[in-house]
């Protein structure tokens, strides 16, 4: 386990636990517990289940579930809030936790377990997967999803450590923290595996993943097949998995060996469960099938029943429904199915989602298994009179498909396009949500091409829109500011954006999806705004610079803070999850953004004054001289710059590089760095000493930035900070220089964001966005004013900030006019700011498996 992040052993986490079930008091009540991946959480639920409680495990404790099931205690962000000392419900001796049916936020219909099922079904999920105190578990789901928390029990019960995190895949801290843990193994749902298909998963090195599970709805069997050819090579194993919540998550697997063969198979019943095939009584109804090769439903359908000591004790609508005892011996999963002459179970259709109309009984699962052989990713619901089909981001109509397929007149079919299918907070399609979209627009009749947002998910797509230069339709909710290839340029604005629409900034806002941002409660900006430190330091640096330059006073060093800024923004917008070639794409970007406009004003400037020569056109002044005129340094910082982010993103685009940087980013970091300080303390005969500072050899501040980045726990920052107090002092051998530069680099490592008043925020961000402009033109604005100092600076900053603004206002009214002109036409036919916690690992102790499994089995007594 990674010794940088926070850890907490068993025998803490069971002090914890044993604390936290004291502080309930003996009294058996009903807890309502919103639970996050993270260790309050954990705690929460553990110490509840140890005081005897039942708890209602959910994502937020609505109002909904209050008025419907009048808790005794509600828990929230970790802490108890006590309703009423003794219960107000009579609740059943085996009754131990309650969980939505759908995994969906405060739904009044929940599933009934017991002890014994979380046991049974945690033990059957341990020994196929051959757990054991060497796994390492990441949260990719939510415990209050059964899928999710099926992981948090099964390797709570073998001893088994968990890396508890709420980062997305999509996410590249999220691949940093797993690599750093050491993790064995993560959980998908198939929304989970389209998004490691955006991130380049199967470049990824991941040395220490053992398997992939897979349910919580059906994968595609050539995606199945996929991944296990994928896994196969690779070196871990891939387990499709069925289950439900009502069989306390898992009733069967798919062993990785057949799934090559047979993916489209659910596998066989886990340890203890076993499923009988039903016959389907014929209620004289037409029933219509889809035609999908042979595998049709024969003409007397059976239905997949599940008997195992997992079987929920029965549902609960209500109060009353607590003190009901056992009322459901099997699982009747809704699904028809076969055996195969393997032995292995194959579910082929979906009984209890069929539609009638016109008489016929529409298979609505079978039809979108048709609609994506067909090469359409589709949502399927009905009512009486019609068949609604939202597709996702269609390349053609689909209506002729899904008319074909269901029988049913094509003008019975009601095509909704949509950017993103609806999908609950477990990854599953939402549809209550697809039936919604078939209702006309007020506005205009048509269906939108984009699933309603809320309004400030619609702010920040379109923030993102403009200030990134995209078509809004590719601006779906779940992508984020890296995903779109937002850079240290765009950036500033963006950010200052954010914060005005969420009236917060989140730390980890860049690598926040938009359905992430969108949640956060929006945050009190009476006492300021928060901006990021990057920010800051690029506004307040670019005026110490030309203010020196101009001589309105001389304060020299903030050129090269702006290097460990620039370091430090790379590392988090080009040092990313994404795939090699991806990556080199964005940062080179990135440079011509910054190369391109410099060369131009050069090349503008180059015949009518003696500032520059050729070389500086071609930004290789550092390299090919000359030397030694008065105005060669000029440019010196935006030329190294650029060397710096060309070669970062050379080296990390070789592949044996990019495997060390993703295995152990911080480490790879301070490695980079100890080259460069090379340079550092043996600088060579390259340059005179007095212009070391200010050429390629200062490579090392571009990496302390690098590090600084990479740095997420105490002791990282302290081992930053500790190599600055080092290497800074002496460097220059101007004691006022090296304060700053050492005081600008320390607040970068350690202060993520700063509250300043919102005047200061705005002026702030403008000119952190113009920087460029300002230092590129204030060569030539400040010399106009002679000794009025202050007007020079004004001049010169205003000068870059029209500069900035220009191009922006004229690249984004030709992107709307192209947008108009080519986008297709729509419809023809929690709660907490902070969403991203630190990883809080629970790792072993010295407890062994047995003694670990009677601890744990305590818990559910």
């Given at each position: 386990?990674?010794?940088?992040?926070?850890?907490?052993?068993?025998?803490?986490?069971?002090?914890?636990?044993?604390?936290?079930?004291?502080?309930?008091?003996?009294?058996?009540?009903?807890?309502?517990?919103?639970?996050?991946?993270?260790?309050?959480?954990?705690?929460?639920?553990?110490?509840?289940?140890?005081?005897?409680?039942?708890?209602?495990?959910?994502?937020?404790?609505?109002?909904?579930?209050?008025?419907?099931?009048?808790?005794?205690?509600?828990?929230?962000?970790?802490?108890?809030?006590?309703?009423?000392?003794?219960?107000?419900?009579?609740?059943?001796?085996?009754?131990?936790?309650?969980?939505?049916?759908?995994?969906?936020?405060?739904?009044?219909?929940?599933?009934?377990?017991?002890?014994?099922?979380?046991?049974?079904?945690a033990s059957a999920i341990a020994e196929y997967l051959d757990l054991g105190?060497?796994?390492?578990?990441?949260?990719?789901?939510?415990?209050?999803?059964?899928?999710?928390?099926?992981?948090?029990?099964?390797?709570?019960?073998?001893?088994?450590?968990?890396?508890?995190?709420?980062?997305?895949?999509?996410?590249?801290?999220?691949?940093?923290?797993?690599?750093?843990?050491?993790?064995?193994?993560?959980?998908?749902?198939?929304?989970?595996?389209?998004?490691?298909?955006?991130?380049?998963?199967?470049?990824?090195?991941?040395?220490?993943?053992?398997?992939?599970?897979?349910?919580?709805?059906?994968?595609?069997?050539?995606?199945?097949?996929?991944?296990?050819?994928?896994?196969?090579?690779?070196?871990?194993?891939?387990?499709?998995?069925?289950?439900?919540?009502?069989?306390?998550?898992?009733?069967?697997?798919?062993?990785?060996?057949?799934?090559?063969?047979?993916?489209?198979?659910?596998?066989?019943?886990?340890?203890?469960?076993?499923?009988?095939?039903?016959?389907?009584?014929?209620?004289?109804?037409?029933?219509?099938?889809?035609?999908?090769?042979?595998?049709?439903?024969?003409?007397?359908?059976?239905?997949?029943?599940?008997?195992?000591?997992?079987?929920?004790?029965?549902?609960?609508?209500?109060?009353?429904?607590?003190?009901?005892?056992?009322?459901?011996?099997?699982?009747?999963?809704?699904?028809?199915?076969?055996?195969?002459?393997?032995?292995?179970?194959?579910?082929?259709?979906?009984?209890?989602?069929?539609?009638?109309?016109?008489?016929?009984?529409?298979?609505?699962?079978?039809?979108?298994?048709?609609?994506?052989?067909?090469?359409?990713?589709?949502?399927?619901?009905?009512?009486?009179?019609?068949?609604?089909?939202?597709?996702?981001?269609?390349?053609?109509?689909?209506?002729?498909?899904?008319?074909?397929?269901?029988?049913?007149?094509?003008?019975?079919?009601?095509?909704?396009?949509?950017?993103?299918?609806?999908?609950?907070?477990?990854?599953?399609?939402?549809?209550?949500?697809?039936?919604?979209?078939?209702?006309?627009?007020?506005?205009?009749?048509?269906?939108?091409?984009?699933?309603?947002?809320?309004?400030?998910?619609?702010?920040?797509?379109?923030?993102?829109?403009?200030?990134?230069?995209?078509?809004?339709?590719?601006?779906?909710?779940?992508?984020?500011?890296?995903?779109?290839?937002?850079?240290?340029?765009?950036?500033?604005?963006?950010?200052?954006?954010?914060?005005?629409?969420?009236?917060?900034?989140?730390?980890?806002?860049?690598?926040?999806?938009?359905?992430?941002?969108?949640?956060?409660?929006?945050?009190?900006?009476?006492?300021?705004?928060?901006?990021?430190?990057?920010?800051?330091?690029?506004?307040?640096?670019?005026?110490?610079?030309?203010?020196?330059?101009?001589?309105?006073?001389?304060?020299?060093?903030?050129?090269?803070?702006?290097?460990?800024?620039?370091?430090?923004?790379?590392?988090?917008?080009?040092?990313?999850?994404?795939?090699?070639?991806?990556?080199?794409?964005?940062?080179?970007?990135?440079?011509?953004?910054?190369?391109?406009?410099?060369?131009?004003?050069?090349?503008?400037?180059?015949?009518?004054?003696?500032?520059?020569?050729?070389?500086?056109?071609?930004?290789?002044?550092?390299?090919?001289?000359?030397?030694?005129?008065?105005?060669?340094?000029?440019?010196?910082?935006?030329?190294?710059?650029?060397?710096?982010?060309?070669?970062?993103?050379?080296?990390?685009?070789?592949?044996?590089?990019?495997?060390?940087?993703?295995?152990?980013?911080?480490?790879?970091?301070?490695?980079?760095?100890?080259?460069?300080?090379?340079?550092?303390?043996?600088?060579?005969?390259?340059?005179?000493?007095?212009?070391?500072?200010?050429?390629?050899?200062?490579?090392?501040?571009?990496?302390?930035?690098?590090?600084?980045?990479?740095?997420?726990?105490?002791?990282?920052?302290?081992?930053?900070?500790?190599?600055?107090?080092?290497?800074?002092?002496?460097?220059?051998?101007?004691?006022?220089?090296?304060?700053?530069v050492l005081a600008g680099l320390l607040v970068l490592v350690w202060l993520?964001?700063?509250?300043?008043?919102?005047?200061?925020?705005?002026?702030?961000?403008v000119l952190a966005d113009s920087s460029l402009f300002v230092y590129l033109?204030?060569?030539?604005?400040?010399?106009?004013?002679?000794?009025?100092?202050?007007?020079?600076?004004?001049?010169?900053?205003?000068?870059?900030?029209?500069?900035?603004?220009?191009?922006?206002?004229?690249?984004?009214?030709?992107?709307?006019?192209?947008?108009?002109?080519?986008?297709?036409?729509?419809?023809?036919?929690?709660?907490?700011?902070?969403?991203?916690?630190?990883?809080?690992?629970?790792?072993?102790?010295?407890?062994?498996?047995?003694?670990?499994?009677?601890?744990?089995?305590?818990?559910?007594?």
């Open positions: 386990m990674a010794k940088g992040l926070p850890q907490v052993t068993f025998a803490e986490l069971a002090t914890l636990v044993e604390e936290f079930a004291a502080g309930l008091g003996p009294e058996r009540r009903l807890v309502a517990l919103a639970a996050r991946n993270d260790l309050p959480s954990l705690v929460a639920y553990l110490g509840a289940l140890d005081a005897g409680c039942v708890v209602l495990l959910t994502a937020e404790v609505t109002g909904e579930l209050l008025s419907t099931y009048d808790p005794d205690v509600v828990i929230e962000d970790g802490a108890p809030r006590v309703l009423r000392e003794t219960s107000a419900h009579t609740l059943h001796p085996e009754l131990m936790l309650l969980l939505s049916t759908s995994g969906s936020t405060g739904s009044p219909k929940l599933v009934r377990l017991s002890a014994t099922n979380l046991l049974a079904n105190p060497d796994d390492r578990a990441a949260t990719t789901l939510p415990m209050f999803y059964c899928y999710g928390l099926s992981v948090v029990h099964s390797h709570l019960l073998c001893g088994a450590s968990l890396l508890l995190t709420q980062r997305s895949v999509l996410d590249a801290a999220f691949w940093d923290e797993f690599r750093a843990c050491r993790a064995t193994s993560f959980a998908a749902v198939p929304y989970t595996i389209d998004l490691l298909d955006r991130v380049g998963f199967a470049d990824m090195a991941l040395p220490d993943l053992r398997y992939i599970t897979q349910a919580g709805g059906r994968l595609a069997p050539e995606r199945v097949r996929a991944y296990a050819r994928l896994g196969a090579h690779s070196g871990w194993r891939f387990f499709v998995m069925y289950g439900q919540t009502e069989a306390t998550a898992r009733m069967a697997y798919l062993p990785p060996d057949s799934a090559q063969e047979h993916p489209d198979c659910i596998g066989v019943p886990i340890p203890g469960g076993a499923f009988t095939l039903e016959p389907i009584a014929d209620t004289g109804e037409h029933e219509r099938g889809i035609d999908l090769g042979g595998s049709g439903i024969e003409s007397a359908p059976h239905e997949l029943v599940y008997h195992g000591p997992n079987v929920m004790l029965g549902y609960a609508t209500c109060p009353a429904d607590l003190a009901l005892g056992r009322t459901v011996t099997s699982l009747r999963t809704g699904d028809l199915a076969r055996r195969t002459p393997e032995g292995l179970y194959q579910v082929i259709g979906r009984r209890s989602r069929f539609a009638k109309i016109f008489g016929l009984r529409i298979d609505l699962q079978r039809l979108e298994t048709g609609l994506a052989a067909a090469g359409f990713t589709a949502c399927c619901v009905g009512d009486d009179e019609r068949l609604v089909v939202a597709v996702q981001r269609p390349a053609a109509d689909p209506t002729d498909a899904a008319a074909r397929l269901s029988g049913l007149p094509a003008a019975s079919v009601r095509v909704c396009p949509v950017t993103e299918l609806p999908r609950l907070a477990n990854g599953k399609p939402d549809y209550p949500a697809v039936r919604t979209l078939s209702a006309p627009s007020p506005r205009t009749g048509d269906i939108s091409m984009l699933s309603a947002p809320s309004p400030r998910s619609a702010d920040i797509r379109a923030l993102y829109a403009t200030a990134l230069g995209l078509d809004p339709a590719l601006v779906r909710p779940d992508r984020t500011f890296v995903d779109l290839g937002g850079n240290s340029l765009n950036y500033v604005t963006t950010a200052a954006g954010v914060e005005r629409a969420l009236g917060r900034l989140p730390a980890a806002w860049p690598t926040m999806t938009i359905a992430e941002l969108e949640r956060i409660p929006h945050g009190d900006s009476r006492f300021g705004r928060a901006v990021d430190t990057s920010t800051l330091l690029r506004a307040a640096a670019i005026v110490l610079i030309v203010s020196s330059h101009i001589g309105l006073y001389v304060l020299w060093g903030a050129a090269h803070v702006l290097l460990g800024v620039a370091g430090f923004n790379f590392a988090r917008f080009a040092v990313t999850g994404a795939p090699r070639a991806e990556r080199l794409r964005h940062a080179l970007r990135t440079v011509a953004l910054i190369a391109v406009p410099t060369a131009a004003w050069v090349a503008v400037t180059l015949p009518f004054t003696d500032y520059y020569s050729w070389q500086n056109v071609l930004l290789l002044n550092k390299i090919l001289g000359p030397f030694d005129s008065d105005t060669a340094g000029h440019l010196w910082f935006i030329e190294v710059l650029g060397y710096f982010m060309v070669a970062g993103a050379l080296l990390i685009r070789i592949p044996a590089v990019d495997a060390l940087e993703r295995r152990a980013p911080f480490w790879f970091a301070m490695g980079l760095l100890g080259l460069t300080l090379v340079l550092r303390f043996q600088p060579g005969t390259l340059y005179p000493d007095k212009d070391v500072a200010f050429s390629p050899l200062a490579a090392w501040f571009f990496a302390s930035g690098w590090a600084a980045a990479k740095a997420t726990t105490r002791w990282q920052r302290l081992l930053v900070s500790a190599v600055l107090l080092v290497c800074v002092p002496g460097y220059f051998g101007v004691p006022e220089r090296e304060r700053l993520p964001a700063i509250r300043v008043p919102a005047l200061v925020a705005v002026v702030a961000a033109l204030h060569w030539q604005v400040y010399p106009l004013f002679g000794q009025h100092h202050v007007a020079a600076l004004l001049a010169s900053l205003l000068a870059g900030v029209a500069a900035t603004r220009v191009p922006a206002v004229v690249r984004r009214r030709w992107e709307s006019s192209r947008h108009r002109e080519f986008s297709p036409r729509r419809g023809s036919t929690r709660r907490r700011g902070s969403l991203r916690w630190p990883a809080l690992p629970s790792v072993r102790s010295g407890l062994d498996g047995p003694d670990l499994r009677r601890r744990f089995a305590r818990q559910f007594r």
